[in-house]
């Protein structure tokens, strides 16, 4: 998770622990307190959570050299961020073992019906 996700949860948190903006129920107790605002904050969580991690994309920093640790394609420079090694890694050539088109310089990962394995191969689309 990056800094400024991890902020962004901390203000979350911040602002609805009960009785720093609301407390509800008004007169509930404590426990009834505590798991409304609990469930506020899962749903609110939930709604806001693709919008702020999409606007916080802008701080993230200059694409990540093969080699180094990513969870996304869109963090390595090479645009392939492997699932086996968690690295980024180049984009693989025709004829190799993929996983999914966006592992391939082609962009397409299909099954090679003679071998029953995932290969990149060369794109349909001329």
């Known amino acids: 998770m990056s800094i400024p996700m991890s902020l962004y949860l901390v203000a979350l948190f911040f602002v609805l622990t009960p009785g720093v903006?609301?407390?509800l129920p008004p007169k509930g107790s404590?426990?009834?307190v505590a798991v409304t605002h609990a469930v506020v904050f899962a749903v609110v969580y939930q709604l806001t959570n693709g919008i702020v991690s999409q606007a916080l994309e802008g701080f993230a920093t200059s694409p990540l050299p093969n080699g180094s640790a990513c969870?996304?394609?869109n963090?390595?420079?090479s645009?392939?961020?492997s699932w086996s090694t968690t690295k980024c890694e180049n984009k693989l050539p025709n004829g190799a073992t993929c996983d999914n088109p966006g592992d391939c310089i082609s962009m397409s990962c299909i099954i090679n019906p003679s071998t029953r394995v995932r290969q990149?191969?060369?794109s349909?689309?001329?």
Do not use: A, W
């Open 75 to 77: 963090q390595c420079k």
């Open 71 to 73: 969870t996304k394609g």
């Open 30 to 32: 404590k426990l009834v």
């Open 120 to 122: 990149c191969m060369p």
């Open 124 to 126: 349909m689309m001329t």
């Open 21 to 23: 903006l609301v407390s």
């Open 79 to 81: 645009g392939r961020c």
